[in-house]
């Protein structure tokens, strides 16, 4: 299997994972009101088919001689299953991000679930190992904590901003009209995509600890045979999970599976290429961190540019999708201190390692 072999090689498939796991979700942003429950069903397809290329060119190539299928030979059932684990978990967060960003948008949906992952991710990481320096974690898990806080403060502004004209109508001593009954049910669902983020944030800093402990072990697995394991885990629960998401949806009407084939080229193709720029995201960042010798980039840039893939994705749905377009100055000034605050306890996190434990 091809690893990389230097410290420039270790760095530049992280760039790319960071890349990857920042813009994938533009996707589904122009997919338009094609349903995420839908949408999600190309988007796992796109991970398992590219988690398959991987796995049988890069993962079977090499000067080493050790492909994918030795690996699979010696793994071991405890490590297959947790990695398997690791792509259920996974997904079931995804899911529900992917749900809150068709409700508030990427520039909320990624701040609030990520952020809080990361959050998870750091305390779960120091109960379990606890190296690195406790002030500069704590600092850093309440910078991210208070940008999370402000940034729903934000999106509930802007969502009561954008609704404020037609309320005063719907008070006027006449019947409703539909664009106010429209109005009035958005408003109400900001906070459904905030909550959606939360939970999904909390799961989401679960599942790359199970990846750790797929790899421990005499028959622990390595990055390409985790990838091909945990797609499939992501393909298999997607089936699964869409059966509750599509009777009970997040928002509109219930959907057959039939509806499936009545999207248009366009929103299939959207939702493979979602999950192909996903995997490669994943499986850049997974080589990446088995690197050893002199291609080790160590933890503090590892974790400062998988986490910086957050920024990317609030980047591209402020700038592109104009996702706080006409947002009064309080909520400019609360998105700007909210990406502020989250740089800075980006970087607290980052460095923490580099000090040892205390």
């Not at 934000?154 to 006027?172: D, F, N, S």
């Not at 720029?277 to 998988?306: H, K």
């Not at 104009?322 to 998105?335: C, D, I, M, N, Y």
Request: charged share 10%.
């Amino acid at each position: 299997m091809i690893l990389p072999g230097s410290y420039l090689s270790s760095l530049l498939l992280l760039i790319l994972s960071m890349l990857c796991w920042g813009s994938w979700a533009n996707t589904f942003k122009a997919a338009g009101k094609w349903r995420f429950e839908l949408f999600y069903f190309d988007y796992a397809i796109g991970v398992f088919v590219a988690s398959i290329i991987c796995a049988f060119t890069f993962g079977t190539l090499g000067t080493d001689g050790f492909s994918v299928m030795d690996d699979l030979s010696l793994a071991g059932k405890k490590q297959e299953l947790l990695a398997f684990v690791a792509g259920m978990v996974f997904n079931l967060a995804n899911m529900l991000i992917v749900g809150a960003i068709s409700i508030a948008g990427m520039a909320v949906a990624f701040p609030v679930g990520i952020g809080l992952a990361l959050v998870v991710g750091v305390v779960l990481s120091y109960v379990t190992h606890p190296v690195g320096n406790i002030l500069l974690l704590g600092a850093g898990c309440l910078a991210v904590l208070v940008a999370i806080v402000l940034d729903s403060l934000a999106w509930r502004q802007y969502a009561a901003h954008r609704t404020a004209p037609v309320a005063a109508e719907a008070a006027a001593p006449r019947e409703p009209s539909r664009t106010v009954a429209r109005a009035k049910k958005k408003a109400s669902s900001s906070g459904k995509g905030v909550l959606l983020s939360i939970v999904g944030g909390v799961l989401m800093g679960l599942f790359y600890p199970i990846v750790e402990l797929s790899k421990q072990g005499e028959n622990g697995l390595g990055p390409y045979t985790i990838g091909l394991i945990f797609a499939a885990g992501v393909l298999l629960s997607t089936f699964i999970y869409n059966l509750f998401f599509m009777n009970l949806p997040i928002q509109g009407e219930p959907l057959e599976f039939t509806e499936y084939f009545r999207g248009k080229g366009k929103h299939h193709l959207l939702g493979l290429v979602g999950g192909v720029l996903w995997f490669i995201g994943a499986i850049t960042n997974f080589v990446a961190a088995r690197a050893e010798g002199p291609a080790l980039v160590g933890p503090a840039v590892s974790y400062a540019m998988g986490q910086g893939a957050t920024l990317i994705t609030v980047l591209w749905g402020l700038i592109v999708w104009k996702e706080f377009a006409g947002a009064q100055s309080s909520v400019r000034t609360l998105v700007a201190a909210m990406l502020a605050l989250f740089v800075i306890g980006l970087a607290a996190v980052s460095v923490a390692p580099l000090y040892g434990a205390h």
